[in-house]
């Protein structure tokens, strides 16, 4: 069955650091690009950060440029995110996704498959 299985969010301070996982336990995306999008209080989901199917090749959203890092282990066949100096404006529900790689860069921001989301709460 395919699903992603996200795991790693939690209550951190700011200047902290957290890494979000994502499963498939399936396999099912091994040849898919993968991303990571998030959604805070009142505000529409948008594009965190993403990779290609080989890992080879990474894309970020100018808020996570320089502070978040996406990575695959497809042996494991789990992504990344490791958030570094974390801010109070990072506080939402992170999602991994799986899909197109130019869907997910471009206008319509989404993907084919989700996961049901971490919550990530950075405090001041």
């Known amino acids: 069955q395919e699903q992603l299985v996200e795991s790693g969010g939690g209550l951190v301070q700011a200047g902290g650091s957290l890494r979000l996982s994502c499963e498939d336990p399936a396999r099912a995306f091994k040849n898919e690009g993968m991303g990571w999008f998030r959604q805070a209080p009142g505000k529409a989901r948008e594009f965190v950060a993403a990779t290609s199917w080989s890992g080879s090749s990474t894309f970020y959203a100018d808020s996570a440029k320089g502070r978040f890092a996406i990575s695959r282990d497809n042996a494991k066949s789990t992504v990344y995110l490791q958030m570094n100096s974390l801010k109070p404006e990072d506080t939402a529900v992170y999602y991994c996704?799986?899909?197109?790689?130019?869907?997910?860069?471009?206008?319509?921001?989404?993907?084919?498959?989700w996961g049901k989301g971490t919550l990530v709460t950075v405090s001041s």
């Open positions: 996704a799986a899909g197109s790689i130019a869907i997910m860069l471009g206008p319509e921001s989404t993907a084919a498959y």
